[in-house]
Every structure is written in structure tokens, then in C-alpha cells.
T-cell receptor, first 114, second 114 residues
């Protein structure tokens, strides 16, 4: 069974559209993250949720809105997509908030904005 | 604020040769340090981590890393590289506070020559 899964794996869309990416983890973890990896492979944290509550919100345009319906799911909705949003988006989870906890990453969603 | 520097953007080694990937960190307290590997088209997988104790840590796939506080380094090593080790490698530092937020280095791309 896949520990952290994301859908879709690939997403191609036009500028100005609104799209969502979904993430699910079956590890029983309390904490989930969204990361953005740009074309140069730089990996930056965007958001983190713990028990459905937002705990980390980096400097991200408010066109990005995460939603956590329950501990096992963290979705990312993006409004008015721009060319610069093209990237690979990774979901990750960890057991709790301890810096020592291992993060488990999903396979990524490659978003291409045309 | 925590930060991670991976000085080598790209490294090429011959199969069977030894490997060392460099990582320098900046963090005000005792750091939690991680190495992750990202194979092409995949998510990140934890290779090893260091929190305390023995400064030489063993990981999966024959990798090891040594924590040197005096040099603020956590270099990754492997005595004999296999072609399947070709991937992107990320060093990360985790915080004891701030919801355990991890900061990633910019990555090192490893190419293995036959």
C-alpha cells in the first residue's frame, strides 16, 4: 500500500484556471506538508497542517489555499494559475511535530501551466 | 534561522568509486540533520538522519554520514557507488521548535559513469 499518495500525477492547464491537487496518507500521521520544487530542483516548504490545523504558512501567494478535511488528507487548491506556478508539488507527512520525525514524501504532482 | 548549503551542484563519479557529498548547515541549537535521495520522477526518500549520539550514522543503501559540529557539516559518503545511485541528493536541517520545520539544501545531482 502506498504510504503517501497524490492525485493527479500530471496536471496541464491554461493560465487563469483554478485547479486542485489531492494528498492522502495512510500512515496515521498527524502532520502533513506541501512543498514546491521548481525547475532547478529547489525544494521549498509551503504549508504544514497538524491535526487539521494550519501551523506553517510560508510566504505563498494567497491564490494557494490548502485544506485539510481530516488528518489523513491535505489538498491544495490554486486559483488563477500563473506560468510561475509550473513546478512539481510534493505532499509529505510525519508522525508529529518533533523535528526528529521522519518525513514521508508522496510521488509528486507535476503541474504545467501554459 | 536555519539554513543548509550544498556546495556541489553536480558531481560525477565512476561506478565503483567512492563518493562524498558535502552539506553545511546553520542552526543556533543542536541540529536535526537528514539526507534524502530523489530518483528521477520520484518523491524524496530518507537515507539517514542524525539527532544525537554517535556522530557517524549509517543509512540505507550503504550510505553513511558524519556529523562534525566544529565544521557545521554533515557530509554523506559511500565507499563504492553503483549506477543506481544516480539521483538528486538533498541535505536538510530540522528544527526542535517551529513545528519541526525542515529546511532543505538546493540539492546535488549525482551522475554515475559506467
Amino acid at each position: 500500500d502506498t504510504a503517501v499518495s497524490q492525485t493527479p500525477k500530471y496536471l496541464v492547464t491554461q493560465m487563469g484556471n483554478d485547479k486542485s491537487i489531492k494528498c492522502e496518507q495512510n500512515l496515521g500521521h498527524d502532520t502533513m506538508y506541501w512543498y514546491k520544487q521548481d525547475s532547478k530542483k529547489f525544494l521549498k516548504i509551503m504549508f504544514s497542517y497538524n491535526n487539521k490545523e494550519l501551523i506553517i504558512n510560508e510566504t505563498v501567494p494567497n491564490r494557494f489555499s490548502p485544506k485539510s478535511p481530516d488528518k489523513a488528507h491535505l489538498n491544495l487548491h490554486i486559483n488563477s494559475l500563473e506560468l510561475g506556478d509550473s513546478a512539481v508539488y510534493f505532499c509529505a507527512s510525519r508522525a508529529g511535530l518533533a523535528g526528529t520525525d521522519t518525513q514521508y514524501f508522496g510521488p509528486g504532482t507535476r503541474l504545467t501551466v501554459l | 534561522a536555519q539554513s543548509v548549503t550544498q556546495p556541489d551542484i553536480h558531481i560525477t563519479v565512476s561506478e565503483g568509486a567512492s563518493l562524498e557529498l558535502r552539506c553545511n548547515y546553520s542552526y543556533g541549537a543542536t541540529p536535526y540533520l537528514f539526507w534524502y535521495v530523489q530518483s528521477p520522477g520520484q518523491g524524496l526518500q530518507l537515507l539517514l538522519k542524525y539527532f544525537s549520539g554517535d556522530t557517524l550514522v549509517q543509512g540505507i543503501k550503504g550510505f553513511e554520514a558524519e556529523f562534525k559540529r566544529s565544521q557545521s557539516s554533515f557530509n554523506l559518503r559511500k565507499p563504492s557507488v553503483h549506477w543506481s545511485d544516480a539521483a538528486e541528493y538533498f541535505c536538510a536541517v530540522g528544527a526542535a521548535t517551529n513545528a519541526g520545520k525542515s529546511t532543505f539544501g538546493d540539492g546535488t545531482t549525482l551522475t554515475v559513469k559506467p
